[in-house]
């Protein structure tokens, strides 16, 4: 009789873990190293931004913390690990946290912190802007505000999420749309928040069209 094959042990083992009603985490590849060349700005930020899907989806949070800070520090690259070794700063605070901002630091170098937050929270959409694009600005500036981003380890909402849901509501120009936000009081999530404008946005959008074609229908049967 021969014997099972690796994906029907894997797909074994995935099943029990259902039944006993353990969660299963998909496979997900680390983000590539930081490269620090004369683009290292960008590509800490790419970097950065792709730690944090990692994080969540891996669900990175359930490991002890030295498993943590050990697969960044390999994540990185070896240069990128020399930097942070070589800091003054890692010798004193070893958290994912402090990582990150020695690398930000090396990479981007310091920011006027205030002034970023100031165009992140004066930031509000245009007029004849869509949705996608105005939280896609949104997201590139609280990206230069020093929000933390390391997920809690009791589940708790990022600030940083909470920061870029709270500029949704100011900043929409649509008050249709802002009451119904407010509405849903402190169950309002970022994504629930970007889900609704999107959904309100094609509405619309529809209607519109809807709208039109109606319009030269009627000029049409005039003629």
């Known amino acids: 009789m021969s014997s099972p094959s690796s994906q029907e042990e894997e797909g074994a083992t995935v099943r029990q873990g259902a039944t006993q009603g353990t969660r299963y985490a998909p496979r997900i590849e680390p983000p590539g190293e930081i490269v620090l060349n004369s683009d290292r700005a960008e590509n800490y930020t790419r970097f950065a931004s792709r730690w944090r899907s990692y994080y969540v989806l891996s669900r990175l949070a359930q490991e002890p913390i030295e498993y943590e800070k050990a697969l960044l520090l390999y994540t990185i690259g070896a240069d990128a690990a ?127 069209s809807v709208a039109k074609s109606e319009a030269i229908d009627a000029v049409r049967k005039a003629s």
């Open 82 to 208: 020399k930097v942070v070794e070589n800091s003054a700063r890692y010798r004193i605070d070893e958290s994912l946290e402090s990582i990150l901002d020695i690398l930000r630091q090396y990479c981007v170098g310091e920011r006027n912190v205030v002034h970023e937050r100031y165009r992140f929270n004066t930031r509000v959409q245009q007029l004849g802007e869509s949705f996608d694009a105005f939280y896609s600005k949104l997201r590139a500036l609280a990206e230069r505000c020093s929000f933390d981003y390391v997920a809690g380890r009791d589940d708790k909402p990022l600030p940083a999420d909470e920061m870029l849901r709270d500029r949704i509501v100011l900043g929409i120009t649509d008050d249709a749309v802002r009451k119904k936000l407010i509405s849903q009081g402190n169950s309002l999530t970022l994504t629930n928040a970007v889900r609704m404008c999107r959904s309100h946005e094609v509405k619309n959008t529809v209607m519109k």
